[in-house]
């Protein structure tokens, strides 16, 4: 049985250190340096020992100790042992009175998952986005707060597929009485509004992956002759942000749910059930300590008449737009490949990026 105790004279972990703990003991030292100019808080050092007795702790053990600090039980070993060095690091940080983490960046997060046309082989198909769902997080309660939802008639494809209607779940009736894109945005951003939501409040629109900004809803501006809107160029893939906080591979939204020991709830492909279950991620990821910060964002060219302009995916964290922003998309695949063989987190970091440009040079 592990002996991290939640009290200042803790039995936390004994002189040894395990490679683990020794590489989060520097990345500790170098933030406790930038943050206190260069002076380390003696608190870090103790954070450090605890994480390398968390790390030592089996499944059970950790399940026991969250169930004793009341605190979820529920997830994989990787969730739950980030879930107990978060409780310790903001426990002894405040006691310290440092500046504990788990302070979110933005008031609220709206979680956006477009459902679009499509057939079964997609090559070159033109996506209409038919279903326009958005949840509306509170990043300070935690909670769901309100949620926008309407369908869209799609005008290069106006019958949707077989394929379409069983996937999503959408029938022709609904499209054909639906409004076109342009006027449903106008009332989503509306709604947006009506919650001073880049006003009063700051906010970020959370997506799992990066298709519904970079490809669907880039697509349907462009068809739609319309700009694209200024709060869909930066976001957070919930992924992305997912595997690096866990510290997991990274996995689609079934695969997170069922990690946090979660179910999908209603239907899979209906887009307002994929939203609210985005949503049930991201509240778990902020309960659990995590900021959430927009590690996305996209290029794009402004619209010209008759011009459909495709912008650029970046990763915000790698942050070199400009050498993106002068390649063909072949070059970036290739380069994108090349630097593969040159890193081994390569594929972690970087997959979404590379199955987009992919998809983009089909
Ligand atoms: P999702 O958010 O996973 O429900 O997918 C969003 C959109 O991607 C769908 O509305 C489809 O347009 C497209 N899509 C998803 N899965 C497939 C698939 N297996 N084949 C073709 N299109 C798909
Ligand atoms: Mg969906």
New binding site residues.
Partial sequence: MSTVEDSDGANTASGEKDAESSKMHKVHKMRAKRDHGGDIDPVYKKLSAINGEINRMSSKELRDKLAELKLDVRGSKDILQKRLKMHYKQRKLMKAKVKPPGNSTYDYLIII??????????LN?N?EI??FPAVLVDCHTRETVDEFHEFCKPIINPRLTE??CG??GITQDVVDKADEFPAVLERMESWMSSHYLGVDHTFAVVT??P??MSR?LQMQCNSSKIHFPHWGKKWINIRKAYSSYYSCKRMN?EEMLINLGLKFQGT????LH?SRNIARIAIQLLNDGCDLVKNEFLHVAPPSPGTKSLGCLSNISSGDTSDHQNRTKEEIVKKLEDMKLESKNFVEENQDLLEYHRLQST
Avoid: K, P, S
């Fill in positions: 998952d477009f459902e679009a046309t499509c057939q079964e082989n997609n198909y996506h038919i279903e394929f379409c996937l999503t799992d992956g298709w519904d669907f939204l899979q492909h209906c887009g994929d």
